[in-house]
């Protein structure tokens, strides 16, 4: 009982400390990776002690990035404007930050492992209802933004409030949609048995992940999370060239900081659902409990731990390809006209995803997998 | 649901459901019942009905809450002023809750309810359980449910579009005075 | 599991502040949450009943009553927002015009 304790406590720290990293990560990319893709040079300047440049070496930015960035941020005035609402001013941005931290700890990011005779799952918290407690922590999110928007006292503010908010929930139709033909699919609500279910493989050597039983729900859900992380080409409520910087218009200091940090940790949530739902989790293709079943049908032996390690290893990999992804996207796409977005999401997503579990619904019951 | 935890919920609640009827700006009204409404889908999970309370979350604070939302910025409510009402009307109203309360205490007493409690059947609550009574002895209401909302989405377009002609009256007010 | 006194005598109270709140406050739109939160009180009394029965029937009326409750916040804050318009009020004391 207490060493579940333990590893309860453990592992949802775990999985909020990895939310965060990998946030860091998103920093970093963000800065250097769009500098790359534009062609740019990017933050090079920031260095401790100046000891890279001595020994002659590049400057990757990681300073600049991820020391240099947040002490700015975090030590610069918090301001609040006049005529604004204080408590809500600054209960929003943690609003915003608190729906996504508290999604995580439901992600499996591995199999099960064995320690002094426990055998201990490796997601924070295996509930029953996994899937419900996705989307009504992603429905929370709307709050976050929406009040920033109106307790700011200020009309970019509160436009930009209203964009994230009708956005988000014009798009959560489209997201639930995707997770329910998947749930169909697999007929549990429990993420860690979805990823048990993507085990495995059809022919030999397909591995049995659900992108290829669901491309249309994968497309939805790429579509819909990029859009309820309210980045380009969704990026309407904060977009600089409009709205200046939208709902957090009037947020300096740790708040806004917090503000983006929400953003990058938005973006990694959705690249781990993605691979939750459609990339089989931590599964890597061939690779069964005891070691590789290759197709040609040679075997390759693993001790169990070494399994477990791996398969977090592998879903690691998955987010932060997915996440590069994301970011590739950012730095390509313009953004959409707000008409278009609209339209993209009640003509284009619901109509599809409504088809998407039509279909998934008759192939259910024609293949019999109904209790 | 261990009883410490019902106090914590309970005392929440009661607080954030006062808090919807005492706070005098909308807003703050609003946020209020939406803390209700988290409370209450918390003991539903706790009363293990899981599926409901998630439910409740999604749809009530999710969405319905955020349809109020659109609507205090539309109508541009502020902090409500001047003077609060009849003092009277108030006194009344807190005696009438008081009394209320008490009423259903002495009737939802259980000696009076006279129900036979069982032990909750295996996966009570989940989604199957759920969907096997909806789809099975609930049918009808639920296909009726669907008209309802049918009709719910017409009549809300109904009376909110401005019929073209007639200008917002408003507007011409404005131009009048 | 809480006794069954504990989760009505909650419902009866978040019952209550629901009518004290009609009854005392005067903007609709803070009566019509009011309403909402009678709702939640008596699908509160619902969920406690129904899981002490054993019975899934208290959580399909609730899941009834939410869906009740959704169409009821679409026409409500509809004729809310057209009394607004013509009326330039959400006051339920400045609605006089039936009054006799």
Same mark, same amino acid.
């Given at each position: 009982m207490t060493i579940e304790l333990i590893a309860g406590a453990i592992k949802a720290i775990l999985m909020i400390v990895a939310g965060l990293s990998l946030s860091l990560f998103l920093l970093y990319f963000e800065r250097k990776g769009s500098a790359l893709?534009?062609?740019?040079?990017?933050?090079?300047?920031a260095t401790l002690t100046g000891l890279g440049k001595r020994m002659g070496m590049p400057n990757l930015g990681i300073i600049n990035t991820t020391i240099a960035d947040p002490v700015k941020m975090f030590t610069k005035e918090d301001f609040i404007p006049a005529g604004a609402d204080k408590f809500l001013h600054t209960l929003a941005p943690f609003l915003s930050l608190f729906p996504v931290m508290i999604?995580?700890?439901?992600?499996?990011?591995?199999?099960?492992?064995?320690?002094?005779?426990?055998?201990?799952?490796?997601?924070?918290?295996?509930?029953?209802?996994?899937?419900?407690?996705?989307?009504a922590t992603i429905g929370l999110g709307v709050y976050g933004a929406a009040l920033a928007g109106w307790s700011s006292n200020n009309r970019w503010a509160l436009l930009g409030g209203i964009r994230a908010t009708a956005q988000m929930i014009s798009y959560e139709l489209a997201m639930g949609l995707a997770i329910v033909s998947v749930i169909m699919t697999f007929g549990t609500l429990n993420l860690q048995e979805i990823v048990r279910g993507q085990g495995g493989v059809w022919f030999g050597f397909l591995p049995r992940w659900a992108i290829f039983t669901q491309p249309l729900a994968f497309v939805l859900l790429l579509?819909?999370?990029?859009?309820?992380?309210?980045?380009?080409?969704?990026?309407?409520?904060?977009?600089?060239?409009?709205?200046?910087?939208?709902?957090?218009?009037?947020?300096?200091?740790?708040?806004?900081?917090?503000?983006?940090?929400?953003?990058?940790?938005?973006?990694?949530?959705?690249?781990?659902?993605?691979?939750?739902?459609?990339?089989?989790?931590?599964?890597?293709?061939?690779?069964?409990?005891?070691?590789?079943?290759?197709?040609?049908?040679?075997?390759?032996?693993?001790?169990?731990?070494?399994?477990?390690?791996?398969?977090?290893?592998?879903?690691?990999?998955?987010?932060?390809?997915?996440?590069?992804?994301?970011?590739?996207?950012?730095?390509?796409?313009?953004?959409?006209?707000?008409?278009?977005?609209?339209?993209?999401?009640?003509?284009?997503?619901?109509?599809l995803g409504l088809f998407n579990v039509l279909v998934t619904a008759f192939v259910v019951v024609a293949t019999g997998r109904v209790q | 649901m261990p009883p410490f935890l019902y106090i914590f919920l309970g005392a929440l609640a009661v607080v954030s459901a006062l808090g919807v009827i005492i706070q005098r700006n909308p807003i703050h009204s609003l946020l209020a019942l939406i803390a209700t409404l988290m409370t209450v889908a918390i003991l539903f999970i706790g009363e293990d009905a899981v599926v409901v309370g998630f439910l409740q979350i999604i749809v009530y604070a999710g969405a319905i809450m955020?349809?109020?939302?659109?609507?205090?910025?539309?109508?541009?409510?502020?902090?409500?002023?001047?003077?609060?009402?009849?003092?009277?009307?108030?006194?009344?109203?807190?005696?009438?809750?008081?009394?209320?309360?008490?009423?259903?205490?002495?009737?939802?007493?259980?000696?009076?309810?006279?129900?036979?409690?069982?032990?909750?059947?295996?996966?009570?609550?989940?989604?199957?359980?759920?969907?096997?009574?909806?789809?099975?002895?609930?049918?009808?209401?639920?296909?009726?449910?669907?008209?309802?909302?049918?009709?719910?989405?017409?009549?809300?377009?109904?009376?909110?579009?401005?019929?073209?002609?007639?200008?917002?009256p408003r507007a011409a007010r404005k131009i009048a005075s | 599991m809480i006794?069954?006194?504990?989760?009505?005598?909650?419902?009866?109270?978040?019952?209550?502040?629901?009518?004290? !709140?009609?009854?005392?406050?005067?903007? +609709?739109?803070?009566?019509? *949450?009011?309403?909402?939160?009678?709702?939640? %009180? #008596?699908? =509160?009394?619902?969920?406690?009943?129904?899981?002490?029965? !054993?019975?899934?029937?208290?959580?399909? +009326?609730?899941?009834?009553? *939410?869906?009740?409750?959704?169409?009821?916040? %679409? #026409?409500? =804050?509809?004729?809310?927002?057209?009394?607004?318009?013509?009326?330039?009020?959400?006051?339920?004391?400045?609605?006089?015009?039936?009054?006799?």
């Open positions: 893709i534009q062609d740019r040079i990017g933050s090079n300047r999604t995580f700890v439901v992600i499996p990011f591995g199999d099960t492992i064995l320690i002094s005779g426990h055998r201990i799952g490796l997601e924070a918290a295996n509930l029953n209802a996994g899937a419900l407690y996705l989307l579509v819909a999370g990029a859009a309820e992380t309210k980045r380009i080409p969704f990026d309407l409520p904060e977009s600089e060239s409009e709205l200046i910087q939208g709902f957090f218009i009037e947020y300096s200091g740790g708040k806004q900081a917090v503000f983006m940090l929400t953003d990058f940790a938005e973006q990694a949530l959705v690249a781990m659902l993605l691979t939750t739902f459609f990339l089989g989790g931590w599964q890597i293709p061939w690779l069964m409990r005891d070691g590789f079943h290759l197709p040609g049908g040679a075997f390759l032996a693993l001790p169990a731990l070494a399994v477990s390690l791996m398969g977090v290893v592998a879903f690691l990999v998955k987010v932060v390809a997915l996440c590069m992804f994301l970011g590739m996207v950012r730095w390509t796409l313009p953004r959409f006209r707000y008409d278009q977005l609209m339209r993209l999401g009640w003509k284009g997503l619901v109509p | 955020v349809l109020f939302l659109f609507v205090i910025w539309l109508l541009n409510l502020q902090v409500e002023t001047g003077p609060t009402g009849h003092l009277a009307l108030k006194l009344f109203g807190s005696l009438a809750a008081a009394l209320l309360v008490t009423e259903l205490f002495f009737i939802l007493a259980p000696p009076h309810l006279q129900v036979k409690f069982t032990h909750e059947p295996v996966g009570y609550g989940s989604l199957a359980s759920l969907a096997g009574t909806l789809f099975t002895d609930y049918l009808v209401a639920f296909e009726v449910t669907s008209v309802l909302l049918l009709a719910a989405v017409v009549g809300s377009v109904a009376l909110a579009r401005r019929l073209p002609g007639t200008d917002d | 006794p069954l006194t504990y989760m009505m005598s909650l419902s009866a109270i978040i019952f209550a502040i629901g009518v004290a !709140g009609v009854i005392i406050r005067r903007n +609709i739109l803070v009566m019509f *949450m009011s309403i909402e939160l009678m709702l939640n %009180a #008596v699908n =509160l009394a619902f969920i406690a009943i129904g899981s002490r029965l !054993g019975s899934m029937d208290g959580q399909v +009326i609730v899941f009834f009553v *939410m869906t009740v409750a959704a169409a009821e916040a %679409a #026409v409500g =804050l509809g004729i809310i927002i057209s009394i607004f318009r013509n009326r330039e009020t959400v006051h339920a004391d400045d609605l006089t015009l039936m009054r006799w």
